[in-house]
């Protein structure tokens, strides 16, 4: 028995504040890795060490490459016969329609169309890539070029979905939910999931839900059309409480809370509750300063140019630098990369995310980070090697071109084919699962492995798809 007046350390945490103190001794523990091991694995539907906080860090399932995801995403859909898969045979057939297009394709096919933008040689690596990306170009021996992805169906709705949560129909988890379900975060003042995006793209929050994964694992959009510390996250600032007064009044918030969860001990949505109330507290102070591109060297700026997609990309480098597991970055909001009239009009979009991208690849290099972070680009298909009208390109899904580049990529590489028009993946295909699977090994994640189970099956990224495509890998 304890003497009345006499307490050890551990009884006095237990009784202050209602347990609370216990509470704080857990999360401490478990933000140092003293908490875990198999007990906790066991209990965790990932088979990942489980942790006082669900975005706590977790323990991967092997030693990854990576250790965070920058994904540049160009929503409307990039040409890749316009960027980085030169097609030569566009101009020699230039007008007409060969009979392979036509065969088993659901939608119009034009007339053959070559590419008005030049195609040169860059690097040591010798890889292709056109006058749309000079400054790309000049990084092109970082990046591992993929000219064989194909997806399931060329309309933007469901080629966005697949792209960003393994199923064409609405609502499965996103990549980056599944990511911070299943590694958490290193950074528990910001979310462990970001988007930023000026307004939304076509679908909008499916695209970073958490659907039946915990709410804690959704993305936080950001509307980054005005990067002000200030106002980019409404009602940042309290005005009327100081922040001791916040914290008290918080702590008897969610004390009420836990006591309220003791009779629903299966309740995900008062559990992301309850986690979403601590990180905005946390969050008024972190964003200010992550937010801040003022206290970036004049340097830095120049080096990523001005511009709203510039300041996003270096926004995405201080999320990445201070723990953030995945940034995800759209162009802009819509899906401005449609461009079924003009395909001139990419010439604007290359413009304005051209340096903007080399800029993050040399940023990354020099602070140390490029080789533990993998950056992501692309959209949710290709275009068309045929015309629309008279100067368009439209939707393509059974043959496109995305790149990777960072952690555990191989700089310099050009993988895989599409057929000597641009129309279908022909050497090395790599489905979108295909994909999917490999972000996750580079995460140290086996994309089989994770699973949650729902509706009386289990559920993962891949679906019952998916092969890392090791090739790539360095």
């Known amino acids: 028995m304890i003497h009345p007046r006499v307490l050890s350390r551990r009884h006095l945490l237990a009784q202050m504040g209602s347990g609370f103190g216990t509470l704080g001794l857990a999360s401490v523990m478990a933000q140092s890795g003293l908490?875990?091991?198999?007990?906790?694995?066991a209990s965790s539907p990932s088979g990942l060490a489980a942790s006082v906080s669900p975005l706590a860090p977790k323990t991967p399932h092997f030693a990854p490459k990576a250790k965070r995801v920058i994904f540049l995403f160009m929503n409307g859909g990039p040409s890749h016969v316009d960027t980085f898969d030169p097609k030569p045979d566009l101009t020699k057939y230039a007008g007409q329609q060969p009979e392979e297009l036509i065969k088993n394709?659901?939608?119009s096919?034009?007339?053959l169309f070559p590419s008005p933008f030049k195609f040169a040689k860059h690097g040591q690596s010798g890889i292709d890539v056109s006058e749309l990306y000079p400054h790309v170009a000049s990084v092109i021996d970082d990046i591992c070029v993929v000219r064989s992805m194909h997806t399931d169906i060329p309309n933007h709705e469901p080629g966005l979905l697949i792209m960003n949560s393994g199923h064409s129909q609405p609502t499965r988890p996103s990549m980056g939910s599944w990511l911070t379900y299943g590694l958490g975060t290193e950074n528990q003042n910001l979310p462990g999931y970001v988007v930023l995006c000026?307004?939304?793209?076509?679908v909008g929050p499916q695209l970073w839900g958490n659907s039946f994964l915990p709410g804690i694992f959704q993305g936080c959009h950001i509307n980054n059309s005005k990067l002000d510390p200030q106002t980019v996250i409404q009602h940042v600032h309290n005005a009327t409480l100081p922040p001791a007064v916040q914290r008290r009044q918080l702590d008897l918030l969610q004390e009420l809370n836990r006591v309220h969860l003791e009779d629903r001990p299966a309740d995900n949505q008062l559990e992301a509750r309850i986690e979403s109330f601590e990180m905005a507290f946390r969050l008024q102070f972190a964003a200010q300063e992550v937010f801040d591109l003022k206290s970036e060297s004049q340097a830095t700026r120049e080096l990523y140019g001005a511009g709203q997609f510039s300041d996003a990309c270096l926004v995405?480098?201080?999320?990445?630098?201070?723990?953030v597991r995945m940034v995800q970055l759209y162009y802009g909001g819509g899906q401005p990369w449609d461009d079924h009239g003009d395909i001139m009009n990419h010439a604007n979009h290359a413009k304005q995310s051209d340096q903007a991208i080399a800029g993050l690849i040399r940023d990354l290099k020099s602070r140390g980070l490029f080789d533990e972070t993998l950056i992501v680009w692309g959209g949710e298909f290709g275009r068309t090697p045929w015309s629309q009208g008279a100067k368009g390109r439209d939707h393509h899904s059974r043959g496109f071109t995305m790149w990777l580049a960072g952690g555990g990529v191989k700089g310099g590489l050009a993988y895989g084919t599409t057929d000597q028009f641009g129309n279908m993946a022909a050497e090395n295909p790599?489905?979108?699962?295909?994909?999917?699977?490999?972000?996750?090994?580079?995460m140290g994640l086996d994309h089989e492995r994770l699973?949650?189970?729902?509706?009386?099956?289990?559920?993962r990224l891949t679906d019952v798809h998916g092969k890392v495509v090791t090739d790539i890998l360095a």
């Open 430 to 442: 790599v489905h979108v699962h295909d994909l999917h699977a490999t972000i996750l090994h580079l």
């Open 316 to 323: 995405a480098r201080r999320m990445v630098e201070r723990g």
């Open 105 to 107: 394709y659901q939608r």
């Open 198 to 202: 000026p307004g939304k793209p076509v």
């Open 109 to 111: 096919v034009g007339k």
């Open 35 to 41: 908490l875990g091991g198999r007990a906790a694995a």
């Open 451 to 459: 699973t949650y189970r729902y509706s009386g099956r289990d559920f």
